[in-house]
């Protein structure tokens, strides 16, 4: 079982920046993926970035590359999600999620999509103005 709690979002104004943060309590084993996704009201959920526990290699949503950046740290316990250059279009829910059991951290991004993630947080509301 993984918990997972969301902080950081807020409202800025667009080319500001936000750092999300999520704390991951892992009861038993660690997360081979931890991700980032993010939900707009009727458009559904979109992975932003993920992380491989075991190699740290990242992966993007090619709407973000350039400009958002996920990291973990393992002695804190901490994901985080820095984002900047923020666009109106990247108002959404984010979530901080893990999949226990998983050899392709990539894949969230492909056909399969988020359907494989075992475990979310709450989300912190990200909004950005024009």
């Known amino acids: 079982k993984v918990d997972l709690m969301e902080s950081g979002g807020g409202s800025v104004q667009a080319g500001g920046s936000l750092t999300l943060s999520c704390v991951v309590t892992?009861?038993?084993?660690?997360?081979?993926?931890l991700a980032w996704f993010r939900r707009v009201p009727g458009k559904g959920d979109e992975a932003v970035a993920s992380i491989d526990s075991r190699t740290f290699t990242t992966n993007y949503a090619d709407s973000v590359k350039g400009r958002f950046a996920i990291s973990k740290d393992s002695a804190k316990k901490s994901l985080y999600l820095q984002m900047n250059g923020l666009k109106p279009e990247d108002s959404a829910m984010y979530y901080c999620a893990a999949e226990v059991w998983n050899d392709d951290c990539a894949r969230y991004f492909g056909p399969a999509g988020l359907g494989s993630l075992d475990y979310w947080g709450e989300g912190t509301q990200v909004t950005v103005s024009p």
């Open positions: 892992e009861y038993s084993k660690t997360a081979d993926c």
